[in-house]
Structures are given as structure tokens and as C-alpha cells.
């Protein structure tokens, strides 16, 4: 079976591990100091801090702006995954549910969403297609980008993660570039980038987290990075493809206007289950992104009635095999099942 991802890993990150282990310094140290200067530059952000995980991240970003009490309401897509009430609810504070539109699965639009005077929105970039955010500075105080899927993508001529207050990344296996495990907070604001760095140093007389990104990881995003452009380039060749069968069969896909990085390649229609299963005859792994037993609000409990459109996509949408380590034969089996169905 092809499967739907798998991380794109060669010699040179062994390689960079190897150098770390007979080094014999495997804590946070230079590598870690290096890969964050190395990626504050490629998002165009004045600071970066490292940690272990994308939901550290999260939570950190939420302990830094003061959202830590059950009087602090924290707005979130229904559409998501659950680290997003994890961090929320490690935070202390209280999520507020949103459904997504049918488009870009994305938060809908500031005339759609009812705030009802929430501290902060994490506006998630859903599977790399960025999410306008602008709008919503006049009516929050604080704004989170989620950019754990969206690493490359672009807005307005400007790097997701630096429209809010803090955006953050993740470098799990399955993401645009991997660490194993392992995440990013960035910022512009020093005040912000020093208390995130005072929180994950738990040697410090503050209130502190282990969430410290080691050397070994550091080195392995070290050179992930350096391959990411080769990564983005694969990526939008094999979603031109994609698009053209789509456009040639009348089907839709999530998008939107902006640049995005194409982390994932999402159908939506009545259609699907029927495809999933025409691809798995064919040796090909397609997934449901995102079930409905997933989804934020059924996870909780709420009721479906004010979650139309997350509830529509859980059920209608397909995700195909795009990531860089997919041979070119395994890409043009997938195009030929596509154009056979």
C-alpha cells in the first residue's frame, strides 16, 4: 500500500544526529540556539523559541498573554484537533467552540463569527491554507496563529505565524518538516519571546515547564529546513496535478486565494467514500482528515445544530497522498486511479 504520509528523511539528518550523540552535549545547546535563529529567518520573525511539542507551544503561548483562568474564554474551530483544547484547558482557561466555512475549512468570516467578548481566537491555518486574521484584531485582544500545519504558507505577501500576537509550529512526523517531535513559538514582541523562554527554562524561580527542545531534535530541523524548499517545490507540482483532475471531473478541493503550502491535498463532495474505496483496491491510502467522532464539538459533547459546515466536511472530504518522499512512480499510479475513476 502507498501510504497517505510518511516523514522525508535521509543520510544527512543521520548524519546531524550522529555529530550531536558523539559531540557528547544532547541537552539544549547550540544546535537549539542555531535552529531558532535559522528558522526566525525564514518566517521573517524577530524571535523564535523552540520547545517539545506543537501543543507546548500552544500552551506556553496561551501562559504568556495571561489567558490562564476559567474567567478567560479562548475561541476555537470545531474543526481542529484536540491539542487545541488540551493547551487550553493546561492553560486554566475556558474554550469557546466556532464551526469552519465549506471552502477553506477555515474559521468563517468576522461577520459570521459571534465573539461574545472572548480573550483570544487560535486561529488555525487548517491543513496549510492560511486564514485572513487582519479582522479580527479589532474585535480580540489576543490572537494565536496556529501554523502547526502551515509552515511555507503565505498571506498577503507576509509568513503565516506573524499576523497575531504569537503564532506557532509543529514538528511532529507526519509535518511540513519533523523533529520527531518537537515545536516553535514565534513572535515579534521581546516581552512575549522573554516570558515564553522564561516558562520552558525550568531552572528559573517562575512558574516553568519542561518543554525544552533538545540538541538531537535541533539538529534534525536544522536540516529539514534547509531541504524545505525542495519539499514545497514537490509539493506544488503534485498539487497542479491533482487540481487538473479536479478541474477536469467538476470536483472541489479545500483552497482558498492565499498561498498556501499544500501540507495536505483535501476533496470534498459525495463522492469520497466511493473514491477512498476505488484507491484502496488499488493499493493507495486516502484518508478522512478529520472524523466526525473527531470533531471539537462531538468530542465535548455540544450539540450539532451550530457546527452545519464542520459537520458536512467530517463526512464529505478525502485526503490524498502529497508529501515529498512519494516516488514519481507511486504519483503517477495515484493520477492514473484518479483519471480511472
Known sequence: ?????????????SQAIAEVIASGWIAKGEKVAQFEQEFAEYVGAKYAIAVSSG??????????????????????????CAALVNAIRMAGAQHEIKDVNITDFNLDSIGDLSYDDSDAIIAVHTFGVPVEINTMKTYLPYIIEDCSQALGSYINGQHVGLQGDIGIFSFGPSKMITTGSGGMIVTNNKT???KA??????????PAFNFAMNDIQAAMGIVQ??????????????AGEYEKICHNKGWKYQDNNYLQNYYRFVLIGDFVDRLKQHLADNGITAIVPITHDELLHNMLGMGIERFPNAEYISTHSLSLPIYPSLTDGEFNHILDCLRRF
Open 192 to 194: 512575549l519571546a522573554d
Open 1 to 13: 500500500m502507498i501510504p497517505h504520509n510518511k516523514p522525508s528523511i535521509g543520510p544527512e539528518e
Open 197 to 206: 523562554r522564561e516558562y520552558i527554562d525550568y531552572d528559573k524561580n517562575v
Open 55 to 80: 501543543t507546548a507551544a500552544l500552551t506556553v503561548a496561551l501562559k504568556v498573554l495571561n489567558i490562564n483562568t476559567q474567567h478567560h474564554r479562548v475561541i476555537i474551530p470545531s474543526y481542529a
Open 225 to 238: 529546513l534547509g531541504k524545505l524548499s525542495g519539499f514545497l517545490d514537490k509539493r506544488f507540482c503534485m
